[in-house]
């Protein structure tokens, strides 16, 4: 499921060729909001986001959806719609590294400190998003199965479309605990631990600018946003590691 999100939504209409619509993972979604209002404030452009799992946006884009700049959560997602010559060449970039934390809901009272306390059995459920289009779950699923424990909890396992429902289900009580991006955690709403990253392949995520956008020096320049000294301090401050740090 997709959440279209406007930074200024109360502003007048913008004129078509500075109106730019960004598909991006939902792990993003409280980085680019932020970095999406500065940029609109720089250039008065209009951004709307379009938030959802990796995997779903990257086949909605392939079936034509109108969107000038893909930001995914994984690179493989752009690889694979840059092979199938739907990204505009060169503008591929990494922006960020992801990273895996264990949340646990307060009000239910239930915390997790490390992975094995999910095999304990007042945890009930464990809200992942789902391995199949979700890079953050599939990084969770990585994670749990080299931690010896996959097998054993697939029967508390609850699958979020993407990583932002699944935080939002230990949030809501809907979950004792989660595997979540540390980008959406903070949130007064759980306790959090971060994942080993020894476990888990990197979460390299990338965007490029979708060919056949009519907004490409746009999308081109909100690209240099997000890598730029006014995007990175933003993404690092939200939990990403960035690309030529450490």
Not at 12 to 25: C, F, K, M
Not at 125 to 149: C, E, F, K, V
Request: proline share 5%; charged share 20%; glycine share 8%.
């Amino acid at each position: 499921m997709l959440g279209a999100a406007s930074c200024s939504p109360t502003a007048a209409p913008a004129q078509n060729d500075r109106a730019l619509t960004v598909a991006a993972a939902s792990d993003l979604q409280s980085a680019f909001q932020e970095i999406g209002r500065l940029f609109e404030q720089d250039t008065g452009a209009r951004v709307t986001f379009l938030f959802g799992s990796s995997g779903n946006l990257e086949k909605q884009i392939e079936n034509g959806a109108p969107v000038d700049l893909f930001a995914s959560a994984s690179e493989e997602y752009i690889q694979q719609l840059t092979s199938k010559g739907q990204t505009v060449s060169g503008t591929e970039q990494l922006y960020g590294l992801g990273r895996l934390v264990l949340v646990s809901s307060k009000a239910l009272g239930i915390r997790a400190d490390k992975l094995s306390d999910l095999l304990r059995p007042e945890v009930k459920h464990l809200s992942i998003a789902n391995p199949d289009h979700a890079p953050y779950g599939l990084a969770a699923r990585q994670a749990l199965t080299a931690a010896g424990l996959w097998d054993q909890l697939k029967s508390k396992f609850v699958y979020g479309e993407d990583a932002r429902q699944s935080l939002q289900y230990v949030q809501t009580g809907n979950a004792e605990v989660g595997i979540v991006p540390l980008s959406l955690s903070d949130v007064p709403d759980v306790d959090r631990i971060t994942v080993d990253e020894s476990l888990y392949q990197p979460l390299r995520q990338s965007l490029a600018v979708v060919k056949g956008t009519k907004r490409e020096q746009l999308a081109r320049q909100f690209a240099a946003f997000v890598n730029g000294p006014r995007g990175r301090p933003i993404m690092k401050r939200h939990g990403f590691a960035l690309p030529g740090e450490g």
